[in-house]
């Protein structure tokens, strides 16, 4: 029984999409790939998970691979975000004002004007 292996493929990618997978695949971050390519990492997920690419294991876009499957993330892909989101999280703790951080991640300490 002589299935045409293209019947089972998704529709043709243009080529900035196919660079886009090629990327993702080889280990170069959605940022990069977004620079190159103009992909949006929304559209790249997407596409990865309809042609069966996945990026490296250990990577955020590894995990974002995962995600986009309704996989568990693997450990070193767990691993890879959590290290992410805790850089993201201390990038945004030096840029927002006070206000909003207490807002936003709650206030373990109250300080209430106590030294002043
Ligand atoms: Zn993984």
């Not at 080529?15 to 170069?28: D, E, I, M």
């Not at 690419?53 to 590894?62: L, R, S």
Request: glycine letters at 6%; charged letters at 25%; hydrophobic letters at 40%.
């Amino acid at each position: 029984m002589a299935t045409p292996a293209t019947s089972s493929r998704p529709p043709a990618l243009t080529a900035a999409q196919a660079v886009a997978l090629a990327l993702l695949k080889h280990g170069h971050t959605q940022r990069t790939i977004q620079a190159r390519t103009d992909v949006t990492p929304d559209v790249l997920y997407a596409l990865a998970a309809a042609w069966d690419i996945t990026a490296p294991c250990g990577t955020v876009e590894g995990h974002a691979c995962h995600q986009v499957r309704d996989e568990d993330p693997c450990g070193p892909c767990a691993t890879a975000r959590g290290r992410a989101d805790a850089r993201e999280l201390a990038r945004k703790r030096k840029t927002l004002p006070a206000a909003v951080r207490r807002a936003r991640f709650g206030n373990p300490r109250r300080r209430q004007a106590a030294s002043r």
